[in-house]
Every structure is written in structure tokens, then in C-alpha cells.
């Protein structure tokens, strides 16, 4: 049966991306109908008020979003994340021979990091200190109240449910790994030594998931340590999980050690819908000069392929980029190369034959 999947370009630098990422997809000549539609500048210049509702009835069209990145002119993140309730972040850490590592040896490298996508400090409820007034809030070490003015409050919020349902998530993906010949093993890491309320929570309950795999091997660790450790002995590493703000901030310092934000897919994951898309944002800085690397779009393509059940077409793609990146021939500027976007996508085109 054909798949049909929504391709939104995003903003900024991020269709520089897509769009020849698309174009490999397309070259493919899978049983796959693309709904493609503009840049967020065009799609708010040709859709005016309606680009929103544009969006979200595509989405709904398709089995599936291949999504670049916004910066605000394309309405369609928070429809795809916390409409469609897509609470499991999935972001690759592999090493691919030939990028650019600031590591001396980075081979092996191979983890994934579970972000629980819908809560902690992403519930986005902050304001003026004087709200909290009536709580008669004191700081715990301190044993001071809380000041009533002058400043800001943000609100971070852990709940059972969402935890238990994303530790079950990453439980079972280190299940799959295991079968796979990987270690089936679950790290977990927070600031549960400060905050023993909300990570505290973290922690227990991914504990009490984990031990009805006793397949999966556990371990957890304060978080600033765990920071030390992905740097320090990466290779160790098989599903890390982690609450939402770490798990943001973590993955894109995971991302450097094997080759940066350009080489960085992800997918998010409800229980009935997904989407794909890059880790490295719209890259303004870069717009219009077609180097932006379009290598975490094709990865993220290969996860959308395997999701919707082309595995062997999801390895072919996966080994077509793998290969321009051991030739070393077109490369583009973050890994030391000259190649533009276009020309790295012709190359993976070339490999995929």
C-alpha cells in the first residue's frame, strides 16, 4: 500500500536541506507519495491566516511528517509535538567513519538518547515572583522565604504517568538494541540529588520500570556527572534516558563527538503517530549559501523509512551516506569539505546507485 508523507521544508536555512534530501528520497522510487509543502515565508505569503490550518490538515493526510525546522514562520512543531502527543524523543548518537570528531578515537560510538518530550520545564508556565506570594514558598537549603518580587519563577513538572510511560519506551528500545548485538543497556541520569521531588520521581519510578525487563541492565547517575561521562567514555553508552530539558541540552553535546549538529537526526514517537526531523534548527546564520549539511535530514529519513516499514531501504540510505563520508571527496564545510548541499545529496544519490 502507497505511504503518503507530509514534507515540511521549515524556515531559514532549513529547506536548503530538505529539499535536496527529498530529492534522494524521490530518486529512491519507493511506494511513497510526498505532500510537499512551501517554506514558512512562502506559506505565509500564499496562505496568509490559513498557512496554520494548511499545515495541521497535511499532517492529518499522511502517514507520516518529514519536518526540516522552524523559527516561527511555520506553524506546524507544536501541532506535530504536543498536539499529536509525541512524548518520545529519539536522538542517534553513531559515529560515521570519515566526519569530524573532536575525539582521537571515535569509532564505536553508537547510543541513543530518549528524551521525554512533553513536560518538565516545556510546560512553558513561568512569571512574576509575586504569583507565588500566597504559597509562602522557602527555599529549602536556605530556609528563607522565596523573594516576593524582583524576578522570575519557572515551573518544572514531573509526573509519574509521563514517566513511566517513557521509561517503558526506552526499555523496550533497549530490548530491540539487545536483540540487535548491542549491550541492552539503560542509563539514567537527572538531578535527583537537588531536586528530590520532581527528578527524584524521575528516578524512582524509570527504576521500577526497568526492573520488569531483567533483561535490560540499569544504572543511573546525577546528571552534571553524567555530562563528564558522555564525553569521557561515550562507548559505554546504549539508551540513555532522560527528562526533557537534559535530554535536549545532553543530546546536542552528545552531538559533537561525532561530527556535531549536522549530522544529528531524530524522530518523536507517539503511541499511534511520528515524525522526523534534524536536531540542528533553522541555521540562520547560513541561509542562502546552501552549505548547511543535509546529512541529519537523510538520517532522519532513514528512521521515517523504518518506521513505516522499509527497513532494507532505511540501511541502503543509511550505507549511501556512510560511504560519501568514507570517500571524503564532498563534504560540506562543517566537516571540513567544500561541497554544498546539493552536491553532498548528488553524491548519497550516486552511492544508492
Not at 520532581?198 to 543511573?220: C, I, M, N, Q, T
Amino acid at each position: 500500500m502507497t505511504k503518503r508523507v507530509c514534507v515540511i521544508p521549515g524556515d531559514d536555512a532549513a529547506p536548503e536541506a530538505v529539499l535536496p534530501a527529498l530529492g534522494v528520497l524521490k530518486a529512491m522510487e519507493l511506494d511513497i507519495e510526498y505532500v510537499e509543502l512551501p517554506s514558512g515565508e512562502e506559506g505565509q505569503a500564499r496562505h496568509g491566516e490559513r498557512w496554520a490550518q494548511v499545515c495541521r490538515e497535511a499532517i492529518d493526510s499522511c502517514d507520516t511528517t518529514l519536518f526540516g525546522s522552524t523559527s516561527g514562520k511555520t506553524p506546524a512543531l507544536g501541532y506535530l509535538r504536543w498536539q499529536k502527543g509525541t512524548y518520545a524523543n529519539l536522538r542517534p548518537v553513531k559515529y560515521i567513519a570519515g566526519a569530524k570528531s573532536p575525539l582521537a578515537h571515535p569509532e564505536g560510538i553508537d547510543f541513543v538518547i530518549v528524551r521525554e518530550n512533553m513536560e518538565d520545564m516545556y510546560v512553558g508556565v513561568e512569571g512574576e515572583l509575586d504569583v507565588l506570594k500566597p504559597l509562602g514558598l522557602v527555599n529549602r537549603l536556605t530556609r528563607r522565604p522565596i523573594p516576593e518580587e524582583g524576578g522570575r519563577f519557572a515551573l518544572k513538572v514531573i509526573t509519574e504517568e509521563n514517566t513511566r510511560r517513557i521509561a517503558e519506551f526506552a526499555c523496550r528500545l533497549a530490548l530491540r538494541r539487545k536483540a540487535e548485538g548491542k549491550p541492552g543497556r539503560l542509563t539514567v541520569a537527572c538531578k535527583y540529588n537537588m531536586l528530590p521531588q520532581s527528578d527524584g520521581l524521575f528516578r524512582r519510578v524509570a527504576s521500577e520500570v526497568a526492573k520488569a525487563y531483567p533483561e535490560v541492565e540499569y544504572e543511573d547517575y546525577i546528571v552534571d556527572d553524567f555530562a563528564r561521562r558522555i564525553v569521557a567514555s561515550p562507548h559505554d553508552l546504549d539508551v540513555v534516558l532522560l527528562p526533557n530539558l537534559y535530554g535536549d541540552i545532553l543530546s546536542d553535546e552528545a552531538s559533537a563527538l561525532v561530527g556535531g549538529l549536522g549530522v544529528a537526526p531524530s524522530a518523536c514517537y507517539s503511541d499511534d503517530f511520528a515524525y522526523f526531523e534534524p536536531v540542528h534548527g533553522t541555521a540562520p546564520d547560513i541561509v542562502g549559501k546552501r552549505i548547511i549539511n543535509p546529512t541529519a535530514t537523510l538520517l532522519s529519513a532513514a528512521m521515517m523509512l523504518e518506521h513505516l516499514g522499509l527497513r532494507e531501504e532505511a540501511s541502503a540510505l543509511e550505507r549511501a551516506v556512510a560511504a560519501v563520508y568514507a570517500e571524503g571527496r564532498v563534504l560540506t564545510p562543517d566537516q571540513g569539505g567544500t561541497a554544498t548541499s546539493d552536491e553532498f545529496c548528488a553524491a548519497v544519490r550516486q552511492k544508492l546507485g
